[in-house]
């Protein structure tokens, strides 16, 4: 084992959708929960507690933004709540166009909308206009209860629906509870693990995972080789559904650090720490995080959240699932606004720190985490093409090819420390240079990160649209961070190209795009 072993605890990138918002959380205070509204009387589970869910997506292209991709299908069962509202993940729901219930066995169809949705929890919630048509559809259907009492080797069954809208279970036996990252980089959360074979049906994008009637969770993933379930689990589920209980969602919170095991001997007397004593060392405070407000510093020891003392590994021992990571203390069990107590060693003496949990909104970061439902932000130049860096651009290439300048993008966005402290809030770039005259020989200098344009400091996309109306001398000065450093454009020849590109061979509609 190295030295040090890295844990992420919740670095949260707050992801929540914008139909449904909140106020910072120091400016609101804490709201009381309401009820899960998915609470029902036990009940023997029919398929009348489950619909199909049918969804056309397409996503905008990261690399030649003005463009979409082909559209795709996706069909999934969503679970029947109280107040006609339907559970799916939020992968079901990423980039949709148009959303459709559909009665198993009667085929009846409805066009139904997303009324809230977390990427990073990776959970939506569907509901269909009120009309007498949705009062026939939902008639016949009764909502699930969630349960969340589900423990280590629990029995649960995966439900399907076949052709004609037959019901069709898959025993599986919980192995394991432990926290990992659902659909977004950078966030870990509850999941269940699960053994046994599942069958492959038509509607196997989003499964509900049931025990005595009641729902425990929703399928993440399969692994038909070592035959392996991995479930988001009803906790996780409940927490969504009470925070969106009031039509106020503030998603799941953060304290915003990076945790650095002590396992290693050597290392815990370098630290000072007695063979037997608890605590983690603390190598990463994020800046306006709960942490950094709670005053929280690097080198401090982790000893213990909210009375729960935290071993040497970074874990904590749960009372209903044993050891597990400290990150589900906040995200699993706490919700914004919260009060959280935390104690350090700081110095060799025991420090308690007092403050508020927050979320930051993916906005909030210097590169974007995930970018669903809408198309990337974008300003098109004189055949230069400049975007703000996000996770989904960099993805888009892959490990493999990952070199040159997409290399040292992937470098800044895992530290981002320099740039955030320059006061910008997005890391503007040239992403791609087309054939055009006025950008004649610079053809091989994407991925160049943007410092000023005509004398202006780029902080974001904004900056970069506004620097580009004050030219100087009929030439724009555009000033990177790599060689060759400055290149020039001469405005007339760069505004007749952008013409020449406005419906041309590239299909390009609009010039920018900073929404």
Sequence with gaps: MKLSQIFLLSLAVGAVSARAQAPAPEEAPRKKRAPVVADAPHQVVQSNSLVRVNATSQSFSLHLPWQKESPSGRRGLGVVLAGNRVLVTGQMVADATYIELELPDKGQKIPAKVVAVDYEANLALLESAPSEKQKAFFAGLKPMAVDTSTHIDDKVDILQTGRVGELIKSELKIGKVLTRQYNVEGSGFLVYEANNIVRSEANSFTLPVVKGGKLVGLLLSYDSKNQVTTILPAPIIEHFLKDFA??????????????????????????????????????????????????????????????????????????????????????????????????????????????????????????????????????????????????????????????????????????????????????????????????????????????????????????????????????????????????????????????????????????????
């Design 246 to 515: 009031d039509g106020s969602y503030e998603g799941f919170p953060s304290l915003g650090m990076e945790l650095q095991s002590t396992l290693d001997e050597q290392f815990r007397e370098f630290l000072g720490l007695k063979p037997d004593a608890p605590g983690v060392l603390i190598s990463m405070v994020m800046k306006g995080g709960s942490a950094e407000k709670a005053g929280m510093k690097k080198g401090d020891i982790l000893v213990a959240i909210n009375g729960f003392a935290i071993d040497s590994r970074g874990d904590y021992k749960d009372p209903q699932f044993g050891p597990l990571s400290s990150s589900h203390l906040v995200r699993g069990r706490a919700y914004v606004g919260d009060k959280v107590e935390i104690k350090v060693i700081r110095e060799g003496k025991e420090v308690t720190l007092n403050g508020q949990l927050t979320r930051r909104k993916p906005d909030d970061y210097l590169v974007l985490p995930y970018l669903f439902d809408k198309g990337p932000r974008y300003v098109l130049m004189g055949g230069l093409l400049f975007q703000e860096l996000s996770r989904p651009y960099l993805d888009a290439f892959g490990e493999e090819r990952r070199g040159g300048a997409i290399l040292r993008l992937a470098h800044i966005a895992s530290h981002p420390d320099q740039f955030e402290e320059e006061g910008r809030k997005k890391l503007v770039f040239l992403s791609l240079v087309l054939p055009t005259p006025s950008a004649q020989g610079y053809d091989k200098l994407g991925g160049q990160v943007v410092n000023k344009v005509n004398g202006m400091a780029i902080k974001d996309l904004n900056d970069l649209a506004e620097a580009f109306k004050n030219a100087k001398d009929n030439m724009h000065v555009i000033e990177l961070n790599e060689f060759p450093h400055i290149l020039y454009l001469d405005t007339f020849s760069a505004e007749r190209d952008n013409m020449r590109l406005l419906g041309g061979a590239y299909r390009i509609g609009s010039l920018k795009r900073l929404e």
